[in-house]
């Protein structure tokens, strides 16, 4: 679960902390919880968190309400019955959703899994520095998953006189969702006795891959 526990979870349908009989059964729930509420935000977790910052209070509360009612009535039952929860449910929601499209677009590279995705990348350096001058490695992450691939720059294809570079991913590696690259740059410093700073960079490559 990316924002739900079990503590959360046993809270809010009034289950003692001792008793872990269901904690599987919990966990599923919450699990579906978060997928379902991502769906109808037309979001990814990455999203919500680049954004917030953290997982909105209300969306946590909507997540909650879902895996109360799921536990409660663990079979199909009449919508009539379950009114109130959707209202609920669309009060806490909507302010965060995306209209269709939102997440991703036509600047987005959408990659059926299985294919290799081509990723282009470049990080913004001091005055008179390419990225073909520094070191640099990396991972690219599937956000949703925290599935992440490694690769170093000898992994990738110098571009634009060296101003960039491409790594190519295989999608089966990564997984379904949207793939962010987190990248690992030595920029050259005389100041460290090394001679040179490391410096974390994060970059949205803009690349989703779908199943």
């Known amino acids: ?6 503590e959360k979870i046993k809270q809010q349908c009034r289950i003692e902390a001792d008793f872990t009989m269901e904690d599987t059964l919990l966990t599923g729930y919450g699990n579906s919880a978060e997928s ?7 979001r990814t977790y ?3 968190a680049e954004q917030y910052g953290e997982v909105p209070q209300d ?6 309400m879902l895996v109360d009612v799921w536990y409660q009535h663990r079979s199909p ?3 009539l019955s379950l009114s109130i929860v959707p209202y609920t449910f ?3 929601i909507k302010p965060y959703m995306k209209l269709a499209g939102g997440v991703g677009g036509e600047d987005y590279q ?6 290799d995705a081509k990723i282009e990348f470049t990080a913004d350096l001091p005055d008179g520095l390419k990225m073909s001058d520094i070191e640099f490695s990396g991972n690219v992450i599937n956000a949703e998953t925290d599935g992440k691939v490694a690769f170093t720059k000898a992994d990738c294809a110098m571009v634009d006189d060296g101003e960039s570079y491409v790594v190519m991913v ?4 990564t997984g379904i969702g949207m793939l962010m690259l987190r990248l690992v740059v030595q920029i050259p410093d005389t100041d460290f006795q090394r001679g040179y700073r490391r410096e974390v960079v994060k970059i949205n490559p803009k690349v989703i891959v779908t199943g």
């Open 170 to 173: 295989d999608t089966e590696e």
């Open 36 to 42: 379902t509420i991502l769906n109808h935000l037309n």
């Open 77 to 79: 039952i009449e919508a």
């Open 90 to 92: 669309d009060l806490l």
């Open 110 to 115: 959408y990659v059926p899994i299985g294919s």
């Open 1 to 6: 679960m990316k924002w739900l526990t079990l």
């Open 59 to 64: 969306i946590i509360n909507a997540s909650l």
């Open 46 to 48: 990455y999203d919500l």
